[in-house]
């Protein structure tokens, strides 16, 4: 795009400061400018001036699960409806890795964290192994999708490139990209992070389906023959990954969508909580609970809103298709974004100064028909690696992997 049609374009959204280093620099670095400013997203920016109102969440009901019990009683029934689903090639698994992992504050892609003491355990070999569990049980390749975002793309995919993909076929994994949004500043100024470039990060989770969308992959899965996709997070190493148990049971329950969950340990758990929302499946975080229905029990002493969401989801992909239609919240955050001033200072913050949008995965379940809560058992399929040290972190999750028997 040319200079003046951007400018102009960018003055309608008030957003023409981006292009305030132009007439200063280089004519390649102008190009890259301009390339960088015209790739914007700036629907991102128009919507900060909804911030501020809150999502208003409607009227919120418990939502039953599968329970262990359930599961149990079924096992054989279910496990060969996975299984063959599997076989006929009707599943793949979405790797979502499009995160900063800052909590975690370690360089390069979360997936590559050595979680090993002895020997390498690396995050995305363990995840690996976990599917190829499944591959095996079944006697068939699933096909794995792994979502990167642009600051860990080329990181990522070399890193799997050099270990071989942890021994699985180069032919069954697939790469994309998730789609940026722009960091705004408090008065909603797009900010630069360089003089050539604004500042972006991943737009969330959420923005899973319409990357892999515009990447050609939906119409791919489709002539593949595949209409149920797992979705999973890149931190959690227990978590089972096309589980024919749970993908039976979603598929003979005819659920839209299945969501692995494991039982709250007490009312107070900082969790996400799937539900039901005016009728519609939701996941509800733990602030958006009254005390009194954090508390509420049904009759045999469970909690009524007992199900922790562990970002493990299969998604009938006909449904997924119809609720993608539909517009999704957006989320803010508020972030330390490092950024060029006006006189072209890089400013590094030390408190937050910025604004992030983000889509949230289970926003989704609100335009799906029905969902299917599927209990797990947390010691056996829970363990996220978020932080170093602490609750959900390297040291639980080592310690949980000991627990099952993993060598580290
Ligand atoms: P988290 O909410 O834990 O975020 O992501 P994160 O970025 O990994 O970590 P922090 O909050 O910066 O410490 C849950 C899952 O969603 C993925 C993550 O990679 C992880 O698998 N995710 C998150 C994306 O794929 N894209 C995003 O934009 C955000």
Same mark, same amino acid.
């Given at each position: 795009?040319?200079?003046?049609?951007?400018? %102009?374009?960018?003055?309608?959204?008030?957003?023409?400061?981006?292009?305030?280093?132009?007439?200063?620099?280089?004519?390649?670095e102008? *190009?890259?400018?301009?390339?960088?400013?015209s790739?914007?997203?700036l629907?991102?920016?128009?919507?900060?001036?909804?911030?501020?109102?809150?999502? =208003?969440r409607?009227?919120?009901?418990?939502?039953k +699960?599968?329970?262990l019990?359930? /599961?149990? +009683? $079924?096992?054989?029934?279910? !496990?060969?409806?996975?299984?063959?689903?599997?076989?006929?090639? !009707?599943? @793949?698994?979405?790797?979502?890795?499009?995160?900063?992992?800052?909590?975690?504050?370690?360089?390069?892609?979360?997936?590559?964290?050595?979680?090993?003491?002895?020997r390498?355990?690396?995050?995305? =070999?363990?995840?690996? /192994?976990? #599917?190829?569990?499944?591959?095996?049980?079944a006697?068939?390749?699933?096909?794995?999708?792994?979502?990167?975002?642009?600051?860990?793309?080329? @990181?990522?995919?070399?890193?799997?490139?050099?270990?071989?993909?942890?021994?699985?076929?180069?032919e069954?994994? $697939?790469?994309? &990209?998730?789609?940026?949004?722009?960091?705004?500043?408090? %008065?909603? *100024?797009?900010?630069?992070?360089?003089?050539?470039?604004?500042?972006?990060?991943?737009?969330?989770?959420?923005?899973?389906?319409?990357?892999?969308?515009?990447?050609?992959?939906?119409?791919?899965?489709?002539? =593949?023959?595949?209409d149920?996709?797992?979705?999973?997070?890149?931190?959690?190493?227990?978590?089972?990954?096309?589980?024919? #148990?749970?993908?039976?049971?979603v598929i003979?329950?005819?659920?839209?969508?299945?969501?692995? &969950?494991t039982?709250k340990?007490?009312?107070?758990?900082?969790?996400?909580?799937?539900?039901?929302?005016?009728?519609?499946? @939701?996941?509800?975080?733990?602030?958006?609970l009254?005390?009194?229905?954090?508390?509420?029990?049904?009759?045999?002493?469970?909690?009524?809103?007992?199900?922790?969401?562990?970002?493990?989801?299969?998604?009938?992909?006909?449904?997924?298709?119809?609720?993608?239609?539909?517009?999704?919240?957006l989320?803010?955050?508020?972030?330390?974004?490092?950024?060029?001033?006006?006189?072209?200072?890089?400013?590094?913050?030390?408190?937050?100064? +910025?604004?992030?949008?983000e889509?949230?995965?289970?926003?989704?379940?609100?335009?799906? *028909?029905?969902?299917?809560?599927?209990?797990?058992?947390?010691?056996?399929?829970?363990?996220?690696? *978020?932080?170093?040290?602490?609750?959900?972190?390297?040291?639980?999750?080592?310690?949980l992997?000991? #627990?099952?028997?993993? =060598?580290?």
């Amino acid at each position: 795009m040319k200079y003046e049609e951007l400018f %102009n374009e960018l003055k309608v959204h008030g957003q023409e400061h981006l292009l305030h280093f132009y007439e200063e620099l280089p004519e390649e670095e102008q *190009k890259k400018l301009l390339e960088n400013v015209s790739r914007l997203d700036l629907s991102y920016a128009e919507a900060f001036a909804g911030k501020g109102e809150e999502i =208003q969440r409607g009227t919120i009901e418990p939502l039953k +699960a599968m329970t262990l019990a359930e /599961e149990e +009683a $079924h096992a054989k029934e279910y !496990r060969e409806a996975g299984i063959r689903a599997l076989r006929e090639g !009707r599943a @793949a698994a979405v790797l979502l890795a499009g995160g900063m992992g800052t909590r975690l504050g370690t360089d390069g892609p979360k997936g590559c964290f050595d979680l090993g003491i002895t020997r390498p355990v690396y995050i995305f =070999q363990r995840l690996i /192994e976990n #599917l190829q569990d499944s591959v095996k049980e079944a006697g068939a390749y699933v096909h794995l999708l792994i979502m990167t975002g642009e600051p860990n793309d080329r @990181a990522t995919r070399s890193f799997l490139k050099e270990h071989d993909f942890f021994g699985y076929p180069e032919e069954y994994v $697939h790469f994309f &990209v998730q789609d940026t949004a722009p960091a705004v500043d408090e %008065n909603g *100024k797009i900010l630069l992070e360089s003089k050539t470039a604004p500042a972006v990060s991943p737009n969330g989770n959420g923005g899973w389906y319409s990357s892999l969308k515009k990447a050609g992959f939906a119409e791919f899965l489709k002539k =593949q023959g595949v209409d149920y996709l797992n979705t999973f997070a890149v931190d959690n190493v227990l978590q089972r990954i096309c589980d024919p #148990l749970f993908l039976g049971a979603v598929i003979l329950k005819d659920a839209a969508v299945g969501a692995k &969950v494991t039982a709250k340990t007490g009312p107070d758990e900082k969790v996400g909580v799937v539900c039901l929302e005016d009728g519609h499946p @939701a996941v509800v975080e733990y602030t958006e609970l009254s005390e009194e229905m954090r508390n509420a029990r049904d009759a045999d002493g469970r909690l009524l809103y007992n199900w922790g969401y562990i970002n493990n989801c299969l998604f009938r992909m006909e449904d997924l298709e119809r609720a993608s239609k539909g517009s999704m919240p957006l989320h803010f955050a508020h972030k330390k974004v490092p950024y060029v001033d006006a006189e072209g200072q890089r400013v590094t913050p030390s408190e937050p100064n +910025a604004w992030k949008f983000e889509y949230f995965i289970f926003d989704i379940f609100k335009g799906m *028909k029905s969902c299917l809560p599927f209990e797990v058992v947390r010691e056996k399929e829970f363990a996220p690696v *978020k932080n170093p040290t602490g609750v959900d972190s390297v040291e639980s999750a080592r310690e949980l992997l000991k #627990l099952n028997g993993y =060598q580290l």
